[in-house]
């Protein structure tokens, strides 16, 4: 493998010196992508929320900023990715009011109805099993909770086919796949967005 497929492939799990540097560029080259899709929960209310594929955590300090009086849970398969969002949002973790942990999205290590917001930045493109792991997304929200997938990939651009032929495992979903795999895990009320001008994508959907 090249360097360059070497170093995109970290966008799927970052490990080691070139995780370390895919880490800190999708702080910053996320951040006006995430900023578009947050703008779909104005008027969603949440208290707890779960942060799914955190990366380096930008996108937890985001919401931790767009929504004072909430808790942020952050989770990531990643080591690296845990670390370095404990670190970003180091003065909301020792107010108590951000964490982080290590674990899949398979299996979620949290309790039935823990959670009235879940968000999933340029993360779902590696998720094993999208229905399994939507259903695992619902089991965690509470009824009327909500979950946003916001990627930069709406499954037909030229920049996201390219790389799904690099990124082992990468999968860019449509609007309508992503929407179906949601249905079936027991969403409702499924929103999408597209970028007028990009290939940008956002659902938003109801449990
Ligand atoms: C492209 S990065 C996006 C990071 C961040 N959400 C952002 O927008 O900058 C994808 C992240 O999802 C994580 N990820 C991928 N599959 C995962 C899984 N099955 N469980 C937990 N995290 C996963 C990766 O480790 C990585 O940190």
């Known amino acids: 493998m090249g360097l360059f497929a070497k170093f ?9 010196v070139l995780g370390k540097l895919m880490i800190n560029g999708m702080n910053g080259g996320h951040a006006k ?47 690296l990715s845990v670390e370095k969002t404990l670190r970003y949002n180091k003065a909301a973790v020792a107010a108590g009011r951000c964490s982080a942990v290590r674990a899949s999205v398979e299996t979620l290590p949290f309790e039935n109805g823990a959670f009235d917001l879940a968000t999933a930045f340029e993360t779902v493109y590696f998720w094993p099993g999208l229905e399994k792991c939507f259903a695992e997304v619902c089991r965690v929200l509470r009824k009327g909770g909500r979950f946003l997938i916001c990627n930069e ?25 992503l929407a179906a795999a949601l249905s079936l895990a027991g ?16 659902v938003v959907a109801k449990k």
């Open 33 to 79: 992508l995430a900023d578009w899709g947050m703008t779909f929960l104005e008027g969603v209310p949440a208290s707890d929320i779960a942060e799914l594929g955190c990366g380096g955590g930008r996108n937890a300090g985001e919401l931790l900023r767009r929504y004072p009086g909430a808790r942020v849970t952050a989770l990531d398969y990643s080591a």
């Open 153 to 177: 990939s709406d499954g037909t651009d030229e920049a996201g086919l390219k790389y799904e032929k690099i990124i082992e495992g990468m999968k860019c979903h449509t609007a309508p796949q």
């Open 8 to 16: 995109v492939s970290q966008t799927r799990k970052p490990e080691g």
């Open 187 to 202: 969403f409702s009320e499924v929103r999408s967005e597209r970028h007028p001008e990009k290939p940008w994508l956002t």
